[in-house]
């Protein structure tokens, strides 16, 4: 398994209380999965309409990931 940063932003953040979260993980998906069961259903909520990038592109949740990779969950930016 890898140790990956998570990268929170908008409303994922506020959730988390923190932007940044450190997990082992061997592909996105078991990253999200980890991340939903500890920050609850809100999070889970907010994951299901956010897009997720790894390393400042946009992924698939199957994609395989690396020791040092930076998964980003960015909620859609709501306001007027």
Do not use: C, H
Request: charged share 20%.
């Amino acid at each position: 398994m890898a140790k990956v940063t998570l990268r929170l932003f908008a409303g994922a953040r506020e959730i988390a209380g923190n932007g940044t979260i450190t997990y082992e993980a061997s592909t996105v998906q078991d990253l999200l999965v980890q991340a939903q069961n500890d920050l609850g259903e809100e999070f889970a909520q907010i994951l299901s309409i956010s897009r997720v990038w790894l390393n400042g592109e946009p992924v698939e949740g199957d994609s395989t990931i690396s020791s040092g990779d930076e998964v980003a969950v960015l909620p859609p930016v709501s306001g007027g």
